[in-house]
């Protein structure tokens, strides 16, 4: 099972770094190691897209027009959705990205690019990613990525058999806290209001299943999920695929029960 880093000291205050928790995790009977520790980046800004060509000598290639707020750069790309207007990071020049990889000033098919336009998967984010990542439009130019994108590490653990109450966040968070003598931090949940309208529920063998709750939910729009929701789920090793599915896989990954509404009122 994988588990974030940052999800769970959404939990429980703790200063272990990765290495250190998953080595603590071990000691308290948790097989864990670190899968991704937090990338490392030098020399990747933000950059604004200014224009976007093709390039003359290549049919999936493009010649792109940047600026940081300062300076302009042009730069090969061989995204599909790279697209003028577009706030990206670029690792100019010098840059390092993680595995080490240093950009230095080439020539792509006879033209010169001077940096890289990243993807998620180029700055380790995640595994794979279908083109450039896309930053938000209302980012400021110029500034150092480590500043823009929060840096997350993925653990690895193994639950025996014995244990399914830590096949979750906030089990492993429950086993930090008592090994630290902390308490859990419980995320905040927003007023809501129940409907008048009643779902009737039957078991059937009520010696297997003792107790099953459902809610109506009306007025659900199926839609793209946001991001910190997305990137969430796909830290955990699932496909983002729309709010509905997402936030199912979400509560699976935070409380250990997956949870899918019993009735959709679109």
């Not at 429980?12 to 864990?32: C, H, R, T, W």
């Not at 027009?65 to 302009?72: A, Q």
């Not at 039957?202 to 709750?213: E, G, P, T, V």
Request: proline share 4%; hydrophobic share 40%.
């Amino acid at each position: 099972m994988k588990i974030s880093y940052n999800w769970l000291k959404g939990h429980v205050n703790f200063d272990y770094q990765p290495k250190a928790l998953a080595e603590m995790l071990m000691l308290q009977g948790i097989e864990s190691k670190v899968l991704m520790d937090s990338p490392k980046w030098v020399g990747v800004v933000t950059a604004k897209v200014l224009e976007v060509i093709a390039h003359p000598n290549a049919d999936k290639l493009t010649l792109c027009r940047l600026t940081d707020g300062t300076s302009e750069y042009s730069v090969v790309c061989g995204a599909k959705n790279v697209a003028q207007g577009q706030v990206v990071a670029v690792a100019l020049i010098g840059a390092v990205l993680p595995g080490d990889f240093k950009i230095e000033k080439v020539k792509i098919r006879s033209i010169e690019s001077q940096g890289m336009i990243c993807s998620e998967k180029e700055l380790a984010l995640k595994s794979e990613s279908e083109g450039i990542m896309v930053l938000d439009p209302n980012q400021p130019l110029g500034v150092d990525i480590n500043n823009v994108i929060e840096k997350d590490a993925i653990l690895e653990v193994e639950i025996a058999t014995n244990r399914p109450d830590c096949l979750s966040h906030s089990g492993i968070a429950r086993e930090i806290a008592a090994k630290l003598k902390k308490k859990i931090d419980k995320p905040d949940v927003k007023e809501f209001k129940f409907s008048s309208k009643k779902l009737s529920v039957k078991i059937n063998d009520s010696a297997i299943c003792s107790r099953y709750m459902g809610v109506s939910i009306d007025n659900v729009c199926v839609a793209k999920s946001p991001k910190w929701l997305s990137d969430r789920v796909e830290k955990c090793g699932v496909r983002s695929i729309n709010n509905i599915v997402d936030i199912t896989n979400y509560v699976m990954f935070e409380l250990g029960h997956h949870s899918m509404p019993l009735m959709l009122r679109l």
